[in-house]
């Protein structure tokens, strides 16, 4: 799923992704 790869993302650009499309939380 899209939310485990942005938790477990590592690259900056991975993180910038998730944020973009909102799927970046904590």
Not at 1 to 26: D, M, Q
Request: contains cysteine; neutral net charge; aromatic residues 12%.
């Amino acid at each position: 799923p899209e939310a485990e790869f942005c938790i477990k993302a590592e690259t900056v650009s991975a993180r910038e992704y998730c944020n973009l499309h909102g799927h970046w939380k904590k």
